[in-house]
């Protein structure tokens, strides 16, 4: 069935170091991939989105690629801050309306 | 800025127990989704909804009923609770077109 897989499960990485996270999907018709921020004790916040007709989106220090190809995506964050721990879930839609997520990725930025 | 809205951030109750969990969007949004979400199994479909009356099955609908008379309003319900549906629970609505979804705050249910 459809599924999207998320890697790695638990990231570390040193304050002011770079963090990617990665996804592939496997519905091929998917086409809109957003990429939540779910802090400790908090709801799932949309930080970036991208749409199949377009290959890259950069948001300051975010930025999401997409290869429609190889049915990848991945968050990229740069210059990590404390304040950029927390679980990144990446999601796909598939079909029109239901997403399907990725089973998150829990990333500490160690000050 | 209120968007979702849950009826409940905690609830505790009873094996056996019918259980509603109500979820409200105030942005005229097509779609309304419930979720559970369990340690290192992320978010997984319970139900979903793309207009008043018309519900779909998610990932794991077993156990669970959904109910959409109005479109900002989607009810989940747990016609007996069990204690493996101790969860937290995440509503989310998006629009058909911009696709762009919301979460609510969460249901933390617990069941004894």
């Known amino acids: 069935g459809e599924n999207v897989e998320q890697h790695p499960s638990t990231l570390s990485v040193q304050e002011g170091d770079s963090a990617v996270i990665k996804c592939t999907y496997s519905?091929?018709?998917?086409?809109?991939f957003p990429w939540y921020k779910q802090e400790l004790g908090k709801r799932p916040q949309l930080i970036i989105d991208?749409?199949?007709?377009?290959g890259e989106k950069k948001d300051q220090r975010i930025a999401v690629t997409l290869n429609k190809t190889a049915k990848h995506f991945s968050l990229h964050i740069t210059e990590t801050q404390p304040e950029d721990s927390a679980v990144y879930f990446c999601?796909?839609?598939?079909?029109?309306?239901?997403?399907?997520f990725g089973t998150g990725t829990r990333l500490k930025v160690l000050a | 800025d209120v968007k979702v809205t849950q009826s409940s951030r905690y609830l505790v109750k009873r094996t056996g127990e019918k259980v509603f969990l109500e979820c409200v969007q105030d942005?005229?949004?097509?779609?309304m989704f419930w979720y559970r979400q369990d340690p290192g199994l992320g978010l997984r479909l319970i139900y979903f909804?793309?207009?008043?009356?018309?519900?779909e099955k998610g990932d794991i609908p077993e156990g669970y009923s959904v109910s959409r008379e109005k479109k900002e309003r989607f009810s989940l319900i747990l016609e007996s609770a069990s204690t493996n549906q101790t969860s937290m629970y995440l509503c989310?609505?998006?629009?058909?077109?911009?696709?762009?979804?919301?979460f609510g705050p969460g249901t933390r249910l617990t069941v004894t």
């Open positions: 989310a609505s998006s629009s058909f077109t911009s696709k762009v979804g919301d």
């Open positions: 519905d091929s018709a998917s086409n809109y």
């Open positions: 991208i749409r199949s007709n377009v």
């Open positions: 999601a796909a839609t598939s079909g029109t309306y239901k997403y399907i």
């Open positions: 942005m005229d949004h097509e779609n």
């Open positions: 909804s793309y207009d008043v009356k018309m519900k």
